[in-house]
């Protein structure tokens, strides 16, 4: 059963910790992205890698870390430092110039 | 439409009657767009995509016309169902000037509400 998975998807954290969301895909896609949605908003793009070991800032990536070491997976560090992350994220993967297909997303509360 | 800040337009419509989602882009240099719809709580699905060099284009009971005139877009959905209620974005996608790739730009969402 091919496709993108993301866990988990509920996640609390407290102030000042740091948090990791996963993000794995077996579509054998190069390029892998992470959103930020926020209600009533559309998606705005944190981080995306091309190709593995690299990676490049979207609008919005003060705040988060990712990974890229492996094509399967891309991994998101919402960090401390990233003041507002109560959001819902989205992963999403695309073959180079295709269409981006999204896994079912992490909503993550902060307490 | 697509709006900007927290109230997302909502279109209702009756079940059986067809629907038309708007959507007006902002960059003349954008080659490929994309509608999506997301239901509660899930991760948004591919409906239907259109390449700039295209005006119209036909997918099972949708239909997306694209006027690079105006730069706008447009979601038909033919007969539309209960389980068509979702919010529909549509997405453009530019080459990014740094580090290669594509990216893809949001609309903030139409929300459908389909009555019975």
């Known amino acids: 059963d091919g496709g993108i998975t993301q866990s988990p998807k509920y996640l609390f954290r407290k102030e000042g910790q740091n948090v990791t969301l996963s993000c794995e895909q077996n579509?054998?896609?190069?390029?892998m992205y992470w959103y930020r949605q926020d209600p009533g908003q559309g998606l705005r793009l944190i981080y995306y890698s091309q190709i593995v070991n690299d990676f490049q800032k979207g609008d919005i990536a003060e705040g988060y870390s990712v990974s890229r070491e492996k094509k399967e997976s891309f991994p998101l560090t919402v960090t401390s430092a990233q003041k507002n992350p109560t959001a819902f994220y989205l992963c999403?993967?695309?073959?180079?110039?295709?269409?981006?297909?999204f896994g079912p997303g992490t909503r993550l509360t902060v307490l | 439409g697509e709006s900007v800040g927290l109230h997302l337009p909502t279109l209702s419509v009756q079940e059986g009657d067809n629907s038309i989602i708007n959507c007006a882009y902002s960059?003349?240099?954008?080659?490929?767009f994309i509608w999506y719809k997301q239901e509660s709580g899930k991760g948004p699905q591919f409906i239907i995509d259109?390449?700039?060099?295209?005006d119209k284009r036909q997918g099972q009971r949708v239909t997306v016309l694209l006027n690079k005139t105006v730069k706008h877009l447009s979601l038909q959905i033919a007969a539309t169902q209960p389980g068509d209620s979702a919010v529909y974005f549509c997405?453009?996608?530019?080459?990014?000037?740094?580090?290669?790739?594509?990216?893809?730009?949001f609309g903030t969402g139409t929300q459908l509400k389909v009555e019975l």
């Open positions: 259109i390449r700039s060099n295209m």
């Open positions: 960059n003349s240099a954008s080659d490929y």
């Open positions: 999403a993967s695309s073959i180079e110039t295709d269409t981006q297909y």
């Open positions: 997405a453009e996608k530019r080459r990014m000037v740094t580090g290669g790739g594509n990216k893809l730009t």
């Open positions: 579509l054998n896609h190069d390029a």
